[in-house]
């Protein structure tokens, strides 16, 4: 999605030259596109931003995104945000190699467009079962800030995307996620991977022979997944073995495992959790 100049306050990066990526570390979105970016082997410049810093919900990057949200890609001064919609632009900016086969030109926007409905969930099971939330992520301040700094318009019009932002984060603030609301982000994975799997029944790919863009979005879910301890081999067995090998893959392999601070502070979460009787499969009753 291309936002209109009015959308934008921070004006200095309309006069920007080449590709440009906003993005962070960790976040399942940037993973995406810096694995497209790595298989094109395209020139781009790093911006990276800190979440935990908080540095996505500052003056200067809400004036960039009002959705305060990473990814966001500069493109010769013309901003693009939402990492499936930012895949198909840059497909029309480097069709070669082509990671959307001809025969899904029409449809791919509307397939994409399933992962990123589950785009919440993924928060949810990512805060619940991966991260340790000792301190509300976003304090009342900082939603106040969300709130007020940037257009709050996207093509023009006041942003409901960013409402359901802030909603999301209050949530965290009044009490966290539930076990009911786990299990229900969970059951919605559950069933986009039975999906899959039978996708991958015949084919290397979820689109047929060919590696597309859709195999670049479900394989950060599905890693995200096991990594928060879902049960993806015992459940999903092809779907566990084409993101084993997609692992594999020198464009691939540096955005599916944790960065090694976050990696031990996960692990040490998660073992807690497991040691409380409340891992992924305990709370959702998935047998392993
Ligand atoms: N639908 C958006 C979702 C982007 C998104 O939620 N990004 C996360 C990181 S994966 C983010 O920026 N979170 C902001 C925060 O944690 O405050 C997209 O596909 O780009």
Not at 72 to 85: K, Y
Not at 187 to 211: K, P, T, V, W
Not at 226 to 236: D, F, I, R, T, V
């Amino acid at each position: 999605m291309q936002l209109s100049e009015r959308d934008i306050t921070t004006r200095e990066v309309l006069d920007w030259k080449g590709i440009h990526l906003f993005h962070a570390p960790g976040s399942s979105c940037s993973q995406k596109v810096r694995i497209y970016l790595n298989i094109k082997d395209v020139e781009w410049t790093s911006h990276p931003v800190n979440l935990m810093l908080k540095e996505n919900i500052s003056s200067y990057y809400l004036g960039i995104n009002p959705r305060g949200l990473v990814p966001c890609l500069i493109d010769d001064g013309a901003v693009h945000i939402e990492s499936n919609d930012i895949l198909v632009h840059l497909e029309s900016r480097f069709p070669e190699p082509s990671l959307i086969p001809a025969e899904h030109n029409d449809s791919v926007s509307d397939l994409l467009r399933h992962e990123d409905n589950l785009h919440m969930a993924l928060r949810t099971v990512t805060f619940r079962f991966m991260m340790p939330t000792d301190e509300p992520p976003k304090t009342a301040q900082d939603l106040e800030r969300y709130a007020n700094q940037g257009s709050g318009t996207v093509g023009g019009v006041a942003d409901a995307a960013r409402d359901r932002e802030i909603a999301f984060w209050r949530n965290m603030l009044d009490g966290g996620i539930s076990d009911e609301a786990a299990r229900a982000a969970v059951a919605e994975f559950r069933a986009a991977f039975e999906d899959l799997e039978q996708r991958l029944a015949g084919s290397s790919y979820i689109l047929g022979n060919q590696l597309s863009v859709l195999d670049i979005a479900w394989v950060i879910y599905v890693n995200r997944l096991a990594l928060a301890g879902y049960p993806l081999e015992h459940l999903h067995p092809r779907l566990a073995a084409w993101a084993a090998t997609l692992k594999s893959d020198p464009a691939f392999a540096p955005e599916m495992a944790l960065p090694p601070p976050f990696a031990a502070r996960v692990a040490a979460h998660q073992e807690a959790l497991a040691q409380a009787g409340r891992s992924l499969s305990e709370v959702c009753g998935l047998t392993t």
